[in-house]
């Protein structure tokens, strides 16, 4: 079985660029989660989808970042304009479940963003 | 105040030793799951064990086990006659919440970086 899918595994742009991040959840998984990883901050949650509806952003940093699920296979993180504080390694999680005991999210290869 | 702690920066064991890395959590939900992940230093991240808040045994799987203490809000990996491959980052990581109001995304920790010298 396929799991969790991002791409692209690495990129790098020049700051005030947009950059799209994409996510294939593993299929039949109902929730999506956006994670950040910086060495100062560590590992953070920056929104989650449950049915393809956003139902908690609170981590996004700022306006300049979103997040769409358009169908239940599919994910974008969008950073407009990009800039060199956003230089992290994006990771992409799914869950099977609501309840804890099928709690278990998988994650992605993540994708390393570096912003000149 | 951090919701998952874990002393311990690093550590350098030797390989076949049991390795113990720290988790200590804070939660007043009584409800919550409790997480280790594994990261190589390719950068995935790799799910090894969950531990709920009601389960009455402490999880395993193969040579890892967790050492759930309620009262103490611990939980501990332990990983038995550790291997070369084993040297990586590990991270804790929590959720809480098992109704309507609890919260989906996982808490981590800052991670310990194990290394095992042959």
């Known amino acids: 079985d396929a799991g969790v899918i991002q791409s692209p595994r690495h990129e790098v742009t020049e700051m005030g660029q947009e950059v799209t991040l994409r996510c294939k959840p593993i299929s039949g998984h109902d929730y999506l989660f956006w994670y950040r990883q910086t060495m100062m901050r560590g590992l953070e949650l920056l929104i989650y989808f449950n049915n393809n509806v956003p139902i908690d952003d609170s981590g996004m940093p700022e306006d300049r970042f979103s997040a769409k699920m358009p169908n239940a296979s599919f994910s974008t993180l969008k950073i407009q304009p990009s800039e060199p504080r956003d230089s992290a390694v994006y990771f992409c999680?799914?869950?099977?479940?609501?309840?804890?005991?099928?709690?278990?999210?998988?994650f992605g290869p993540g994708t390393r963003l570096t912003v000149l | 105040a951090q919701k998952i702690t874990q002393t311990q920066p690093g550590m350098f064991v030797q390989e076949k030793e049991a390795v113990t890395l720290d988790c200590t959590y804070d939660?007043?939900?009584?409800?919550?799951?409790l997480f280790w992940y594994k990261q190589p230093s390719s950068g995935e991240m790799i799910f090894l064990i969950y531990?709920?808040?009601?389960?009455?045994q402490n999880a395993t799987e193969g040579r890892y086990s967790l050492n759930f203490q309620k009262a103490r809000k611990s939980a501990n990996l332990v990983i038995s006659a550790s291997q070369l491959g084993d040297s990586a980052m590990y991270f804790c990581a929590m959720r809480e919440g098992d109704s309507g109001g609890g919260a989906d995304g996982l808490t981590f920790g800052k991670g310990t970086h194990l290394i095992i010298q042959p």
């Open positions: 999680a799914s869950r099977g479940g609501r309840f804890l005991s099928t709690d278990t999210q998988y």
């Open positions: 939660t007043s939900d009584p409800s919550y799951g």
């Open positions: 531990q709920g808040s009601y389960d009455q």
